[in-house]
């Protein structure tokens, strides 16, 4: 008897705090101002002329219920809520359903979301999981019902919705898939898109043909299990053959969506940018991109591959006096794969990791000209083991070599000496210091680039010494306002000067050697192949292991570096190593192809000189030298004679 009054009061206590909670819920939803519902998704990307070129689900875009096909309709209510013009907000019955069915199974798999909540949701800039970002869900979805009709929400939700590819609303998406009004849309057609929503990256017929075949057949059976359509169209419906608008039939530049998602990734991480759109009517977001940039970038990409290749490549276009990212390739074709290899991947760097290398060793009394022999060597190490690296092709020069020259052929003996004589922890500090933030192991191989890197974090550092000597960070976002014109955010410049400008001047004119035929000797620059195609100086590093190949180059106007390779690391085959170095020399020769060469390279310093030598040995130049090259030097530091700097003599 005890045990049945506890049971009742504890029910009679729980009934009368559940109706405090609903009372109260009602009471600060009454009291709450009116949510601007159609501020969802509503965001604006301004290029580096503060034009758009991205909109979300502005209110210029609305696409009113009548003039959406009732077969989308019918097709989304039934699909994602069929009680949606019966409950206000949320479906109980089903949420039980689905909580039952999760707890039998030990798994999240059934949802119980109505369309209501679905658009509360999409009212926030992410989708957090946290307790307090659902009973934020749940308050606003009972605002939401408050303050507007169902039609005025299903209206609503299909214009801010997201069906992938950068595409919101239906209108947008009609477009997109058929080139088409939402009006015109046939049952085949909205039962597909209609699928989309749950999971735009899964559910994309264009990405995932099957996937979403059996997604629009889901939609179709339940069409056809509440009566909307008959068992003959379900079956002619599912049997249509459909045509997506190919992307050459339109004026899209795919590659596009790569940067718009790195903007949205970057605006994550933006503390004072409020988590709704409904508290701010909305986002302007002001960048640095540029729109011919990025559409030579891809045009360059696209005549770059064979067409049946699996090769992948990413590619960056930087300010490098801002770090401020002008254009962005994440992948070959954004609408095969949405994954983004220029900010999410991270690969081994290969020799593009020795520019960082021999700044240190100038900070630390190296010169153009210091020399060490390159000879196959075995280095014995601290540890009692020995490490045995070989240059490209095992091919050496069995003589002493400049510094230059080590650029030139990229000579991983010299690049490894030299590492081992300044301290295998000088590499480290000095990566740390332009920004490079993954964590470097202090290993002898750590020169030739055994790490592995993210290509916007190079790009930044390389930077370094594009504008000789400041450190910048990698960024997509100047500014960001509010619809109402509030500015939420603006970037700051950081301008710590972190090297200095007259060892950068040298080594940048250094990295000119790869491609200078002045230094063909026993090898061949890396680059040489560029020799007669660049009609502008550029500093210039190459980067290859067994699955990865980069190219790194800039001047003091623009940075481009751009990475290649197979998304399952297999080795790359000779052919394949062709391709970073044409989108790279394509991609920066048409970004200054309107400017002259003074105007892009740097003034040299008041105290460095320069000196006439012997490019190979980087002795000075006499009158029997064959071939000599205008080498440059700190103020006191330039070869006089014959005498060893830092020069590895035999029997020394």
């Not at 005025?152 to 299909?158: D, F, H, M, R, V």
């Not at 603006?490 to 080594?507: F, G, M, Q, R, T």
């Not at 040489?528 to 180059?553: A, C, E, P, Q, V």
């Not at 991609?587 to 309107?594: A, C, H, I, L, Q």
């Amino acid at each position: 008897m005890k045990y049945i009054r506890f049971i009742i009061k504890s029910f009679f206590f729980c009934f009368i705090l559940s109706l405090i909670v609903i009372f109260g819920c009602f009471l600060y939803v009454k009291m709450s101002p009116k949510i601007m519902i159609n501020s969802a998704n509503n965001i604006t990307l301004y290029d580096s002329n503060n034009h758009s070129f991205f909109t979300g689900s502005e209110n210029n875009k609305w696409t009113s219920l009548s003039d959406i096909s009732q077969y989308l309709i019918d097709s989304t209510i039934y699909t994602e809520d069929k009680y949606f013009y019966k409950h206000f907000g949320f479906d109980f019955l089903r949420i039980g359903k689905a909580f039952y069915h999760n707890l039998l199974t030990h798994s999240t798999s059934q949802g119980a979301s109505t369309i209501t909540q679905q658009y509360a949701k999409n009212l926030f800039l992410d989708f957090d999981k946290t307790w307090k970002r659902k009973w934020d869900e749940a308050l606003y979805t009972m605002r939401i019902e408050a303050n507007y009709t169902k039609d005025e929400i299903l209206e609503g939700y299909l214009n801010t919705i997201n069906y992938g590819h950068g595409r919101y609303g239906i209108e947008n998406a009609s477009k997109f898939y058929f080139n088409k009004s939402c009006h015109d849309l046939s049952l085949a057609e909205a039962s597909m898109l209609a699928g989309i929503p749950k999971a735009p990256s899964n559910y994309s017929p264009i990405l995932h043909y099957d996937a979403a075949k059996k997604r629009q057949l889901f939609v179709l059976n339940n069409l056809l299990r509440n009566g909307v359509i008959t068992e003959e169209e379900k079956d002619k419906a599912y049997d249509e053959e459909l045509h997506f608008v190919k992307e050459e039939e339109t004026d899209d530049l795919t590659s596009l969506n790569y940067y718009q998602d790195a903007i949205m990734e970057e605006l994550k991480t933006i503390p004072s940018i409020p988590s709704n759109y409904s508290e701010i009517n909305g986002l302007k977001i002001y960048t640095d991109f540029n729109y011919e940039v990025q559409k030579n970038l891809e045009n360059t990409v696209k005549e770059t591959f064979p067409i049946d290749s699996e090769l992948q490549t990413a590619s960056v276009v930087m300010n490098p006096d801002t770090g401020a990212v002008i254009a962005l390739i994440g992948g070959r074709d954004y609408n095969k794969s949405s994954y983004n290899r220029a900010t999410d991947s991270k690969r081994q760097v290969g020799s593009t990791m020795k520019p960082y290398l021999y700044y240190s060793a100038l900070e630390n009394g190296f010169t153009s000209s210091t020399a060490f022999i390159s000879e196959r060597t075995t280095f014995p190490l601290d540890n009692g083991k020995t490490y045995s690296p070989k240059n490209y092709n095992d091919v050496y020069g069995e003589k002493a070599i400049s510094m230059a020259t080590a650029i030139a052929y990229s000579d991983n003996i010299y690049a490894v000496k030299t590492h081992l004589f300044l301290g295998t922890d000088n590499l480290v500090q000095i990566a740390k210091r332009i920004g490079i933030p993954e964590t470097l192991n202090d290993v002898p191989s750590l020169p030739l680039g055994t790490n592995e890197i993210n290509l916007i974090h190079m790009a930044a550092g390389y930077s370094s010494f594009a504008n000789l000597g400041y450190k910048v960070e990698g960024h997509f976002i100047r500014k960001v306002t509010s619809g109402n014109g509030d500015v939420l955010y603006e970037y700051k410049d950081k301008n710590d000067l972190v090297l200095n400008p007259s060892l950068v001047y040298i080594l940048n004119n250094m990295l000119t050697s790869t491609y200078d035929p002045l230094y063909i000797d026993y090898n061949y620059p890396t680059a040489i192949n560029l020799n007669g195609k660049l009609t502008h100086t550029y500093s210039l590093k190459s980067g290859t292991t067994d699955g990865d190949n980069w190219n790194i180059g800039y001047n003091k106007k623009v940075l481009c570096a751009v990475w290649v390779g197979y998304d399952d690391n297999r080795d790359l085959t000779k052919k394949d190593y062709k391709y970073a170095q044409n989108i790279w020399y394509k991609t920066v020769e048409d970004y200054e192809k309107d400017m002259s060469n003074d105007d892009v390279w740097y003034e040299k310093p008041s105290n460095v000189v320069g000196v006439i030598v012997e490019p190979i040995s980087g002795k000075p130049a006499t009158d029997s030298t064959k071939n000599s090259k205008l080498m440059y030097f700190l103020k006191g530091t330039e070869p006089k004679g014959d005498e060893p700097v830092f020069d590895e003599i035999e029997n020394s």
